[in-house]
């Protein structure tokens, strides 16, 4: 099982993005220690040297890092026919443990790594480099997650059995299953609507206020994060309902597949994207007073804040479109 083309990219991926993270890490280290920016010293001109290249090579590893969740989730759906009871991922993920806690391990690590983008990409807009302590300090916290997520990928990967029998979405996602998938399966569909829509009116509007007057950025980011977590239980608790024409049928895995035209990859790319810029209008809220940035940040904030409403109302336009164009209906009052 193993040796299966796309597990070993995974692990190789994940090989030498931990390697590398650790690395800097090591690094950021002597970043935090020793940065000081008005001085001339020979110590201080070779970290400035060195951190060009350390900075362009995490930021290539944590697009590595982004990339390797919609891979990851898509080699659990090509997996489900090995397994006897899976019809697609949410089948492949049940197959031993470490399924499950790798793919929300692989979810945070990609919102946090789009976090970090952001602000190195902020810092890098800057003559002198005001937020290189704090980026390495985030990537020293982001470190552990990054580990852990290899280490329990790395199991799931080793811990794969061919004769197990695991359960189908059908069981994992329904009513009776105990489950926490289950437990959000079994939502009222009118108050998970009505969160879904008021959570996407609150974030859209108060996007419209920040780019009008530039005020409430820290609120448009809370709800940004909150539509976010609104738009997962929303999948499951009624989305996904009319895209498979079931009533009873509340998978989010089974959208991804060829059958759906492979839509469900375009929903939670417009999801994760719209949580980290959103998210990130938050973080780069608090550097607002650097002086060197302070010209800067407000035109990336604008535009993280036109491409968190266009992700989110991509998400949901896709989202409403299906649910007017199918013939399917719930009995909501």
């Not at 692990?11 to 390697?19: E, M, R, T």
């Not at 950021?28 to 001339?40: A, E, H, L, P």
């Not at 690590?109 to 002198?128: K, P, S, T």
């Not at 289950?182 to 009116?201: C, E, N, Q, R, T």
Request: positive net charge.
């Amino acid at each position: 099982m193993i040796l299966h083309p796309a597990i070993i990219t995974l692990l190789l991926v994940s090989l030498v993005i931990s390697g590398m993270i650790l690395y800097c890490s090591w690094f950021g280290i002597t970043i935090i220690r020793r940065w000081d920016m008005r001085s001339g010293s020979e110590v201080q001109l070779a970290l400035e040297r060195r951190t060009y290249l350390i900075s362009t090579v995490i930021s290539y590893m944590l697009f590595f890092q982004i990339a390797s969740l919609f891979l990851y989730v898509y080699t659990a759906d090509s997996l489900h026919n090995m397994f006897v009871g899976a019809m697609c991922a949410a089948g492949s993920l049940n197959v031993d443990p470490y399924g499950y806690p790798a793919f929300l391990l692989k979810i945070l690590n990609c919102i946090l790594a789009g976090l970090w983008l952001i602000v190195n990409y902020a810092d890098n807009q800057a003559y002198d480099y005001p937020l290189i302590k704090k980026k390495y300090v985030m990537l020293i916290l982001l470190m552990p997650l990054i580990l852990s997520e290899s280490v329990v990928q790395l199991l799931y990967f080793i811990n794969m059995k061919a004769d197990v029998i695991t359960s189908c979405c059908g069981s994992l996602f329904g009513s009776d299953s105990g489950r926490v998938g289950s437990d959000i399966a079994g939502l009222p569909v009118k108050a998970s609507m009505a969160g879904f829509y008021a959570s996407f009116a609150v974030t859209f509007s108060l996007g419209v206020i920040y780019l009008v007057k530039k005020k409430a950025a820290l609120p448009f980011s809370f709800a940004g994060g909150i539509f976010f977590i609104s738009s997962c239980i929303s999948l499951i608790s009624f989305i996904s309902l009319y895209f498979y024409e079931l009533p009873t049928h509340h998978c989010p895995f089974c959208i991804l597949q060829k059958e759906y035209g492979y839509i469900g990859y375009i929903l939670y790319a417009a999801l994760l994207t719209g949580a980290v810029s959103g998210l990130g209008v938050g973080v780069l809220e608090s550097f607002g007073k650097i002086g060197s940035l302070s010209h800067r940040l407000p035109l990336i904030q604008r535009r993280l804040t036109l491409l968190c409403m266009f992700s989110y109302l991509l998400f949901a336009g896709i989202s409403g479109y299906r649910m007017i164009v199918t013939d399917f209906t719930l009995a909501i009052f």
